[in-house]
Protein backbone atom coordinates (compact mmCIF):
# COMPACT_ATOMS: atom_id res chain seq x y z
CA UNK A 1 0.00 0.00 0.00
CA UNK A 2 0.78 3.90 -1.00
CA UNK A 3 -0.34 6.48 1.29
CA UNK A 4 0.08 9.52 0.00
CA UNK A 5 -1.36 13.06 1.60
CA UNK A 6 -2.12 15.48 -0.42
CA UNK A 7 -2.94 19.31 0.09
CA UNK A 8 -3.18 22.42 -2.31
CA UNK A 9 0.79 22.89 -2.22
CA UNK A 10 1.91 19.36 -1.43
CA UNK A 11 4.51 20.19 1.36
CA UNK A 12 2.72 21.69 4.05
CA UNK A 13 -0.31 20.41 5.70
CA UNK A 14 1.09 16.62 3.47
CA UNK A 15 4.31 17.18 4.79
CA UNK A 16 3.19 17.89 8.74
CA UNK A 17 0.94 14.83 8.26
CA UNK A 18 2.97 12.09 6.48
CA UNK A 19 5.76 13.19 9.22
CA UNK A 20 2.84 12.21 12.11
CA UNK A 21 2.50 9.09 9.92
CA UNK A 22 6.25 8.47 10.25
CA UNK A 23 6.73 8.96 13.59
CA UNK A 24 9.02 12.27 12.80
CA UNK A 25 6.56 14.27 15.28
CA UNK A 26 4.20 13.04 17.82
CA UNK A 27 1.74 13.81 20.17
CA UNK A 28 4.32 16.56 21.45
CA UNK A 29 3.04 19.97 20.73
CA UNK A 30 4.92 21.08 17.35
CA UNK A 31 7.52 24.14 17.37
CA UNK A 32 8.33 26.54 14.71
CA UNK A 33 11.77 25.10 14.59
CA UNK A 34 10.65 21.44 14.01
CA UNK A 35 7.88 22.32 11.63
CA UNK A 36 10.87 23.82 9.29
CA UNK A 37 13.02 20.67 9.75
CA UNK A 38 10.56 18.33 8.65
CA UNK A 39 11.31 15.76 5.31
CA UNK A 40 10.44 17.89 2.54
CA UNK A 41 8.76 21.26 4.47
CA UNK A 42 7.78 23.90 1.99
CA UNK A 43 10.15 22.23 -0.87
CA UNK A 44 7.82 21.73 -3.41
CA UNK A 45 7.83 23.71 -6.20
CA UNK A 46 4.73 25.12 -8.17
CA UNK A 47 6.32 23.10 -10.96
CA UNK A 48 6.02 20.04 -9.10
CA UNK A 49 2.97 19.48 -8.26
CA UNK A 50 1.28 16.33 -9.45
CA UNK A 51 4.94 14.37 -8.65
CA UNK A 52 4.71 12.04 -5.27
CA UNK A 53 7.35 12.90 -3.38
CA UNK A 54 8.55 9.23 -1.54
CA UNK A 55 8.74 10.50 3.03
CA UNK A 56 9.87 7.39 4.25
CA UNK A 57 8.13 3.51 5.14
CA UNK A 58 6.08 3.16 8.23
CA UNK A 59 6.24 0.96 10.68
CA UNK A 60 4.16 -1.61 8.46
CA UNK A 61 6.77 -0.96 5.37
CA UNK A 62 3.64 1.25 3.90
CA UNK A 63 5.49 3.71 1.38
CA UNK A 64 4.17 7.36 2.51
CA UNK A 65 4.01 10.12 0.30
CA UNK A 66 3.13 13.53 0.17
CA UNK A 67 1.75 15.18 -3.33
CA UNK A 68 0.55 18.95 -4.40
CA UNK A 69 -2.48 18.13 -6.26
CA UNK A 70 -4.11 21.34 -6.41
CA UNK A 71 -7.97 21.23 -6.14
CA UNK A 72 -7.66 18.35 -8.12
CA UNK A 73 -7.06 15.33 -5.06
CA UNK A 74 -10.19 13.63 -5.71
CA UNK A 75 -9.65 13.61 -9.56
CA UNK A 76 -6.17 12.40 -8.82
CA UNK A 77 -7.13 9.84 -5.99
CA UNK A 78 -9.61 8.69 -8.65
CA UNK A 79 -7.14 8.28 -11.74
CA UNK A 80 -4.24 6.50 -8.97
CA UNK A 81 -6.85 3.58 -8.26
CA UNK A 82 -8.05 3.05 -11.84
CA UNK A 83 -4.46 2.94 -12.70
CA UNK A 84 -3.72 0.74 -10.11
CA UNK A 85 -6.83 -1.09 -10.64
CA UNK A 86 -5.70 -1.45 -14.72
CA UNK A 87 -2.32 -2.68 -13.23
CA UNK A 88 -3.08 -5.18 -11.54
CA UNK A 89 -2.05 -4.20 -8.64
CA UNK A 90 -3.37 -5.12 -5.19
CA UNK A 91 -7.40 -3.87 -3.99
CA UNK A 92 -6.54 -0.74 -1.80
CA UNK A 93 -3.17 0.01 -2.87
CA UNK A 94 -3.54 3.77 -2.81
CA UNK A 95 -4.46 5.27 0.33
CA UNK A 96 -5.20 9.39 -0.88
CA UNK A 97 -5.54 11.65 1.60
CA UNK A 98 -7.26 15.26 1.09
CA UNK A 99 -5.98 17.51 3.47
CA UNK A 100 -7.30 20.63 2.00
CA UNK A 101 -10.54 20.79 4.05
CA UNK A 102 -8.02 21.39 7.08
CA UNK A 103 -6.61 24.80 5.13
CA UNK A 104 -7.82 27.89 7.07
CA UNK A 105 -6.98 31.55 6.49
CA UNK A 106 -3.39 31.60 7.98
CA UNK A 107 -2.33 28.89 5.86
CA UNK A 108 -3.79 30.43 3.14
CA UNK A 109 -1.95 33.99 4.24
CA UNK A 110 1.11 32.36 5.54
CA UNK A 111 1.31 30.53 1.86
CA UNK A 112 1.14 33.57 -0.15
CA UNK A 113 2.99 35.81 1.77
CA UNK A 114 5.91 33.23 1.15
CA UNK A 115 5.32 32.18 -2.54
CA UNK A 116 4.19 35.55 -3.97
CA UNK A 117 5.40 38.12 -2.19
CA UNK A 118 8.61 36.46 -1.06
CA UNK A 119 8.10 37.56 2.51
CA UNK A 120 9.03 34.13 4.42
CA UNK A 121 10.34 34.84 7.74
CA UNK A 122 6.63 36.62 8.05
CA UNK A 123 4.74 34.11 6.21
CA UNK A 124 6.62 31.36 7.76
CA UNK A 125 5.02 32.52 11.24
CA UNK A 126 1.36 33.01 9.77
CA UNK A 127 1.62 29.90 8.24
CA UNK A 128 2.53 28.17 11.50
CA UNK A 129 -0.14 29.87 13.58
CA UNK A 130 -2.38 28.18 10.32
CA UNK A 131 -0.93 24.67 10.95
CA UNK A 132 -1.31 24.34 14.70
CA UNK A 133 -4.71 25.44 14.16
CA UNK A 134 -5.24 22.82 12.50
CA UNK A 135 -2.99 20.19 14.27
CA UNK A 136 -4.80 18.09 16.08
CA UNK A 137 -7.59 17.31 13.72
CA UNK A 138 -4.52 16.71 11.49
CA UNK A 139 -3.10 14.56 14.24
CA UNK A 140 -6.55 12.42 14.81
CA UNK A 141 -6.96 11.85 11.04
CA UNK A 142 -3.30 9.89 10.79
CA UNK A 143 -4.28 8.15 13.54
CA UNK A 144 -7.44 7.00 12.30
CA UNK A 145 -5.90 6.49 8.75
CA UNK A 146 -3.45 4.43 10.87
CA UNK A 147 -5.73 2.50 12.38
CA UNK A 148 -8.51 2.02 9.80
CA UNK A 149 -9.58 -1.71 9.68
CA UNK A 150 -8.53 -2.32 5.80
CA UNK A 151 -5.01 -0.89 6.38
CA UNK A 152 -4.41 -2.87 10.44
CA UNK A 153 -5.60 -5.75 8.72
CA UNK A 154 -3.69 -5.87 5.69
CA UNK A 155 0.12 -5.08 7.68
CA UNK A 156 -1.10 -7.72 10.14
CA UNK A 157 -1.35 -10.25 7.63
CA UNK A 158 2.42 -9.43 6.39
CA UNK A 159 4.13 -9.23 9.91
CA UNK B 1 0.53 -1.90 -24.63
CA UNK B 2 -2.55 0.90 -23.34
CA UNK B 3 -3.49 3.88 -24.85
CA UNK B 4 -5.35 6.74 -22.54
CA UNK B 5 -7.38 8.99 -24.75
CA UNK B 6 -8.51 11.83 -22.31
CA UNK B 7 -10.01 14.87 -22.25
CA UNK B 8 -11.72 17.53 -19.48
CA UNK B 9 -14.75 15.25 -18.18
CA UNK B 10 -14.59 11.74 -20.35
CA UNK B 11 -17.41 12.48 -21.66
CA UNK B 12 -16.92 13.61 -25.47
CA UNK B 13 -13.75 13.87 -27.56
CA UNK B 14 -11.99 11.32 -25.21
CA UNK B 15 -14.65 9.12 -25.84
CA UNK B 16 -14.95 9.86 -29.69
CA UNK B 17 -11.51 9.17 -30.32
CA UNK B 18 -11.13 6.31 -28.84
CA UNK B 19 -14.08 4.86 -30.80
CA UNK B 20 -12.53 5.89 -33.99
CA UNK B 21 -9.33 4.11 -33.04
CA UNK B 22 -11.57 0.72 -32.49
CA UNK B 23 -13.55 1.06 -34.99
CA UNK B 24 -16.59 2.00 -33.64
CA UNK B 25 -17.16 5.25 -35.84
CA UNK B 26 -16.37 5.08 -39.41
CA UNK B 27 -12.83 6.26 -40.61
CA UNK B 28 -14.44 7.17 -44.31
CA UNK B 29 -17.38 9.33 -43.96
CA UNK B 30 -18.92 11.63 -41.27
CA UNK B 31 -20.83 9.84 -38.63
CA UNK B 32 -24.89 10.14 -38.06
CA UNK B 33 -25.86 11.90 -34.53
CA UNK B 34 -26.90 8.62 -33.92
CA UNK B 35 -24.00 6.84 -33.95
CA UNK B 36 -22.13 9.65 -32.09
CA UNK B 37 -25.03 9.36 -29.19
CA UNK B 38 -24.71 5.25 -29.33
CA UNK B 39 -21.32 5.31 -28.36
CA UNK B 40 -20.61 4.08 -24.70
CA UNK B 41 -20.14 6.25 -21.94
CA UNK B 42 -20.83 9.60 -24.66
CA UNK B 43 -22.15 12.49 -22.53
CA UNK B 44 -23.17 9.81 -19.66
CA UNK B 45 -19.66 10.21 -17.27
CA UNK B 46 -21.01 12.31 -14.23
CA UNK B 47 -18.53 14.55 -12.38
CA UNK B 48 -18.04 12.42 -9.72
CA UNK B 49 -16.25 10.08 -12.10
CA UNK B 50 -13.92 12.30 -13.73
CA UNK B 51 -10.67 11.19 -13.29
CA UNK B 52 -11.82 7.34 -13.21
CA UNK B 53 -9.66 5.53 -16.72
CA UNK B 54 -12.81 3.63 -18.18
CA UNK B 55 -12.41 0.65 -20.81
CA UNK B 56 -13.19 1.38 -24.21
CA UNK B 57 -11.72 -1.89 -26.00
CA UNK B 58 -8.94 -3.97 -27.98
CA UNK B 59 -7.75 -2.69 -30.78
CA UNK B 60 -6.35 -4.77 -34.04
CA UNK B 61 -2.62 -5.16 -32.20
CA UNK B 62 -4.04 -5.87 -28.87
CA UNK B 63 -3.44 -2.66 -27.68
CA UNK B 64 -6.20 -1.84 -24.64
CA UNK B 65 -8.12 1.62 -25.32
CA UNK B 66 -9.74 3.66 -22.20
CA UNK B 67 -10.53 6.97 -21.61
CA UNK B 68 -10.02 9.49 -18.92
CA UNK B 69 -11.07 12.66 -17.89
CA UNK B 70 -8.26 15.07 -16.37
CA UNK B 71 -10.09 18.72 -16.37
CA UNK B 72 -8.28 21.79 -16.93
CA UNK B 73 -5.45 19.93 -14.74
CA UNK B 74 -4.05 17.88 -17.46
CA UNK B 75 -0.75 18.36 -17.18
CA UNK B 76 -0.92 17.81 -13.36
CA UNK B 77 -2.57 14.64 -13.48
CA UNK B 78 -0.48 13.12 -15.99
CA UNK B 79 2.26 14.11 -13.58
CA UNK B 80 0.24 12.12 -10.56
CA UNK B 81 0.03 8.99 -12.75
CA UNK B 82 3.41 8.59 -14.33
CA UNK B 83 4.70 9.42 -10.88
CA UNK B 84 2.33 6.61 -9.27
CA UNK B 85 3.72 3.89 -11.88
CA UNK B 86 7.46 5.34 -11.65
CA UNK B 87 6.90 4.33 -7.91
CA UNK B 88 5.24 1.39 -8.29
CA UNK B 89 7.64 0.16 -10.59
CA UNK B 90 5.54 -0.24 -13.51
CA UNK B 91 7.62 0.68 -16.61
CA UNK B 92 5.98 3.19 -18.78
CA UNK B 93 7.28 3.26 -22.41
CA UNK B 94 3.92 0.77 -23.21
CA UNK B 95 1.83 3.79 -21.98
CA UNK B 96 0.46 6.50 -24.37
CA UNK B 97 -1.41 9.70 -22.81
CA UNK B 98 -3.67 10.95 -25.84
CA UNK B 99 -4.92 14.24 -26.00
CA UNK B 100 -7.98 14.65 -27.13
CA UNK B 101 -9.24 17.59 -25.68
CA UNK B 102 -7.25 19.43 -28.20
CA UNK B 103 -9.98 19.39 -30.94
CA UNK B 104 -13.10 20.37 -29.39
CA UNK B 105 -14.34 23.42 -30.16
CA UNK B 106 -17.03 26.29 -28.49
CA UNK B 107 -20.21 24.45 -29.36
CA UNK B 108 -19.10 20.90 -27.48
CA UNK B 109 -17.66 22.78 -24.62
CA UNK B 110 -20.80 24.80 -24.38
CA UNK B 111 -22.89 21.68 -24.88
CA UNK B 112 -20.59 19.84 -22.28
CA UNK B 113 -21.68 22.45 -19.83
CA UNK B 114 -25.09 22.20 -20.33
CA UNK B 115 -25.51 18.77 -20.53
CA UNK B 116 -23.21 17.42 -17.81
CA UNK B 117 -23.00 20.69 -15.26
CA UNK B 118 -26.59 22.05 -15.85
CA UNK B 119 -28.34 18.57 -16.38
CA UNK B 120 -29.80 20.34 -19.63
CA UNK B 121 -28.90 16.71 -21.63
CA UNK B 122 -31.89 17.80 -24.22
CA UNK B 123 -30.35 21.10 -25.31
CA UNK B 124 -26.68 20.48 -24.39
CA UNK B 125 -26.83 16.69 -26.37
CA UNK B 126 -27.05 17.73 -29.73
CA UNK B 127 -24.84 20.57 -29.56
CA UNK B 128 -21.64 18.56 -28.20
CA UNK B 129 -22.42 16.69 -31.40
CA UNK B 130 -22.73 19.15 -33.74
CA UNK B 131 -19.54 20.19 -32.22
CA UNK B 132 -17.75 16.74 -32.88
CA UNK B 133 -18.93 16.20 -36.64
CA UNK B 134 -17.22 19.45 -37.50
CA UNK B 135 -13.98 18.60 -36.27
CA UNK B 136 -14.09 15.39 -36.85
CA UNK B 137 -11.77 15.65 -39.93
CA UNK B 138 -9.33 16.41 -36.69
CA UNK B 139 -10.09 13.45 -34.65
CA UNK B 140 -9.36 11.52 -37.37
CA UNK B 141 -6.34 13.01 -37.47
CA UNK B 142 -5.25 12.55 -34.04
CA UNK B 143 -6.13 8.72 -34.20
CA UNK B 144 -4.38 8.38 -37.25
CA UNK B 145 -1.50 10.32 -35.62
CA UNK B 146 -1.57 7.96 -32.58
CA UNK B 147 -1.92 4.60 -34.48
CA UNK B 148 1.34 5.61 -36.11
CA UNK B 149 3.34 6.10 -33.02
CA UNK B 150 1.94 2.68 -31.64
CA UNK B 151 2.91 0.95 -34.37
CA UNK B 152 6.17 2.45 -33.90
CA UNK B 153 6.25 1.38 -30.36
CA UNK B 154 5.20 -1.92 -31.00
CA UNK B 155 8.27 -2.36 -33.48
CA UNK B 156 10.27 -0.98 -30.79
CA UNK B 157 9.69 -3.50 -28.17
Not at chain 1, 127 to 142: D, N
Not at chain 2, 66 to 78: A, D, S
Not at chain 2, 117 to 131: D, Y
Amino acid sequence: MKVIYSCYWGSYLAAVAASLHLGIINDAELSMEKMLNLPMFGKIKNEDFGEMKFIGFDGRNRGVFIIGAKRSGRIIERALNGFAQIYGMEKKTVKFIDLTVYNNFYIGTGVFLIRMLGLRRMGMKILFCGIKKSFAKIKELVGKIMNEPDYFQENVELL
Amino acid sequence: MKIFYYCYGSAHSSVVAASIHLGMLPSDRLPSAKEIEMLPHFDKTDSCEIGTPFFMGIDEYETEIFITGMTNERHLVKKAIYSFLRHSGIDESDLMMVDALKYVNLKTRLGGFLSRRMGLVALGRPLTIKGILEKYADFLALVKETKHKELMGLNKT
